[in-house]
């Protein structure tokens, strides 16, 4: 009885141990599933939007200024000067809720990179499966190539025992392309509310 109680002890915590290491992996596919079908609260539960969004809008915006903090008034008052006039002739940056629109995540995570934002219909994520780049106890890494070998980097973070949610899309180098705006489709998911009766 004791071997038998021991080996199912064994098997549990190997059980737990392989859940624990595979979670980050589960949790791309599920944001890939639940992109696929358009399921907006199953996306707010697996994604950060906020911090995903400021991940995005350096990469986006193709300025190396905008990546590092700027030094203080006191530190350079010339330089904050024309950094406040170079800022306001700047042109827009492309818009980060582009990138997280169900489809254009679909086509994220299918490897299509900075041309995910283009997309204007649904996708078809092939049954790619992304390459671990680091895995760490709190902080993993996935990656996903197009045929180029570009990379599109998945960053997820951990915010329970077995719970993730991504936290950090690192887009491949190269221009971003201009998105059109649509009129008939929303730029963000929002969460559905429930029509009032």
Avoid: C
């Avoid at 200024?65 to 950094?83: H, Y």
């Avoid at 679909?106 to 680091?134: F, H, I, K, N, S």
Wanted: proline share 11%; aromatic share 8%.
């Amino acid at each position: 009885m004791k071997n038998l109680l021991a080996r199912l002890l064994l098997v549990a915590l190997i059980g737990a141990g392989i859940a624990f290491v595979s979670a980050p992996v589960v949790t791309f596919f599920g944001i890939r599933s639940a992109a696929q079908a358009r399921d907006v609260a199953g996306m707010v539960r697996l994604i950060d939007f906020a911090a995903v969004r400021a991940s995005l809008r350096p990469q986006l915006a193709g300025r190396p200024e905008v990546m590092t903090p700027a030094p203080s008034f006191l530190d350079d008052p010339i330089g904050a000067v024309r950094r406040q006039f170079q800022q306001a002739t700047a042109p827009a940056a492309p818009d980060p809720d582009a990138y997280l629109t169900p489809d254009a995540v679909v086509a994220l995570m299918a490897g299509e990179g900075r041309y995910a934002a283009t997309r204007a219909g649904p996708v078809e994520a092939p049954d790619v499966w992304p390459r671990l780049r680091y895995w760490g106890l709190e902080t993993t890494r996935l990656a996903i190539a197009d045929a180029g070998g570009s990379e599109t980097t998945f960053t997820f973070q951990r915010r329970g025992p077995f719970e993730w949610k991504l936290v950090h899309i690192g887009l491949p180098d190269g221009a971003t392309p201009v998105v059109a705006p649509v009129a008939s489709a929303p730029t963000a998911p929002v969460p559905e509310r429930p029509a009032a009766r």
